[in-house]
């Protein structure tokens, strides 16, 4: 079974900065994107930016210049450094990662972690 374990939310002041991490657990053979999600309430789940085992990275454009996704593959963790946090950002914001569990047979799923709240206060 594959886990993500999810940590640093919290709360902070506009302006401010917020630094999550989610570290995979369990046995599989490798992940391929690993990525951040966020929601919130009322509102649909939206895509905050994504990395891939070779780090090329993509970002949602409310966050281009502020947010920084990264990973350390020897880890199995994806980080997300926040800057200039506004209260728009305000969200629970879930990792989620696309892993190749076994090769024979072929087993290829994709895992969400529990949620980390992030709350910014204007």
């Known amino acids: 079974q594959v886990q993500l374990v999810e940590s640093g939310g919290g709360l902070v002041q506009a302006g401010g900065s917020l630094r999550l991490s989610c570290a995979a657990s369990?046995?599989?053979?490798?992940?391929?994107?690993m990525g951040w999600y966020r929601q919130a309430p009322g509102n649909e789940r939206e895509l905050v930016a994504t990395?891939?085992?070779?780090?090329?990275?993509n970002y949602a454009d409310s966050v281009k210049g502020r947010f920084t996704i990264s990973r350390d593959n020897a880890k199995n963790t994806v980080y997300l450094q926040m800057h200039s946090l506004k209260p728009e950002d305000t969200a629970v914001y879930y990792c989620?990662?696309?892993?190749?569990?076994?090769?024979?047979?072929?087993?290829?799923?994709?895992?969400w972690g529990q949620g980390t709240q992030v709350t910014v206060s204007s």
């Open positions: 369990g046995s599989f053979q490798r992940i391929n994107t």
């Open positions: 989620n990662a696309d892993v190749i569990v076994t090769t024979f047979p072929w087993y290829q799923n994709h895992y």
């Open positions: 990395t891939t085992s070779g780090f090329s990275t």
